[in-house]
């Protein structure tokens, strides 16, 4: 099981938290990073999307499915527990510095960071967002490499 920290402040996270999901299918996408998965769906009024990437859950919900990945509606809510001790560079920092803090970035990304992306699961994240199954949810964690099809309407 995959541990997050939630990384925005309270008021912000509230707004994603305590919400239930009518419909989930599982895709992936390759990136810099490698193969990683996302999810999409919808909620009771919304629709969302959810990828776990590099470490970081970034979570888009939207009354238009449109939106869903606009910066309006997206945020980075939560890193893995693992991420919790790695430095990240900051200004008047020295070239050696910082080359040793991206150095040791890029050993969690080929690490830890990669057996983390294979195995998150949607239970994972639904934990740390406080999200739950409505009674009549469809879930399809079997689509791969394919857009997710339009069954938001059925």
Known sequence: MTMFDIIIPDDRAKTFQGKSV????KTFNNSFFGKFPSWR????NEFFTL?????ELEVSVS???FYLGDPRFTT???????MRDLEKPTEGMDAEETLRI????????QTIGQIEQESVSLSDIMVVLNWTYAKSAKVD???VNEPCLSSFSS
């Open 63 to 65: 009354e238009c499915e």
């Open 51 to 55: 990828c776990f990437v590099a470490g």
């Open 102 to 109: 991206y150095q040791k970035r890029i050993e969690y990304f």
């Open 141 to 143: 964690e079997d689509i």
């Open 22 to 25: 009518e419909f989930v299918c």
């Open 76 to 82: 980075t809510y939560a890193h893995s527990r693992s």
């Open 41 to 44: 769906g919808s909620l009771e």
